[in-house]
């Protein structure tokens, strides 16, 4: 099982545009259009797939929010911080 970050841990790694939600950490990702939003659902998906992980990815119109946690360890954990960078890298 993966360790926890401490608190300090998260602040200091959190990547730009991701926010903290009690265990989780979030950001929503604009598009120009819905067709947009969903390729980068798929391709985050194949991500976390390789990953191991699974987070919650939410696909509304021309936007996408993705909710991160390692649910085993019950908490925010380096996976989390990793994934976050790699979708941060997919919208880029």
């Known amino acids: 099982m993966a360790d926890l970050l401490s608190d ?3 602040s200091e790694r959190l990547p730009a545009d ?3 939600e009690g265990d989780e950490i979030v950001r929503t990702y604009e598009f120009d259009s819905y067709l947009e939003g969903v390729g980068f659902a798929a391709g985050a998906g194949g991500l976390a797939e390789e990953a191991f ?5 939410t696909i ?3 936007e996408v ?3 991160l946690t390692t649910h085993d360890a019950g908490g925010i954990t380096d996976s989390d911080i990793d994934l ?3 979708f941060d890298e997919l919208a880029d």
Do not use: M
């Open 53 to 57: 992980h699974h987070p919650e990815l």
């Open 65 to 67: 929010e993705a909710r």
């Open 8 to 10: 300090e841990e998260v």
């Open 18 to 20: 991701w926010e903290r």
């Open 84 to 86: 976050a960078e790699r």
């Open 60 to 62: 509304g119109w021309r």
